[in-house]
């Protein structure tokens, strides 16, 4: 099943404000971007059994803990992200997969890179995979649901505190 040029802008035209708005913080704005039914995935540690094919997460919420994160990082006091960590992501390597009408599965390749401005100052790189569930609607496309796989999830991490 292909699709067409114009469902392909459309597609990357969201993931692109998507990847903006979590850049800039701009939750409340980020948040009207997903669905009821969201789910948010960061994976962990998938070492293990050869044909194991369930994961660990680092976080695994629901549309509520979704909107409980973003309730925290906008009252001023989750410290880790006090003031925002400057950010900024590249997408790459979009593929698109129809699944039924109006649904599509988008893979693409990520790096954040997130200056953390509370701590150390460091720069840090997030370089991983995300698969995005969106479904289009009247008022435009929504996410259902966010996985994330991170390069490096075998390996100790620096404090997630960010929207990735």
């Not at 913080?25 to 009207?32: D, I, K, P, R, V």
């Not at 971007?33 to 660990?56: F, H, N, Q, S």
């Not at 009252?75 to 950010?87: F, K």
């Amino acid at each position: 099943m292909t699709i067409s040029y114009e469902e392909r802008t459309k597609i990357e035209a969201f993931l692109f404000l998507e990847a903006r708005l979590a850049d800039e913080s701009q939750y409340s704005a980020w948040e009207e971007l997903i669905d009821d039914k969201m789910e948010y995935v960061v994976y962990g540690d998938t070492r293990g059994e050869p044909g194991l094919t369930r994961k660990a997460a680092l976080i695994n919420d629901h549309r509520e803990r979704v909107a409980t994160r973003i309730r925290q990082f906008k009252t001023g006091r989750r410290y880790a992200q006090v003031p925002p960590s400057p950010m900024r992501r590249m997408l790459s390597n979009i593929e698109i997969f129809p699944k039924g009408e109006r649904c599509y599965e988008v893979a693409c390749n990520f790096v954040v890179y997130e200056l953390q401005i509370q701590t150390s100052r460091e720069m840090v790189t997030w370089p991983g995979r995300f698969v995005y569930g969106l479904r289009e609607t009247e008022s435009g496309f929504r996410m259902f649901s966010k996985k994330v796989e991170l390069v490096n999830r075998s390996e100790p991490l620096p404090n997630l505190s960010i929207l990735i």
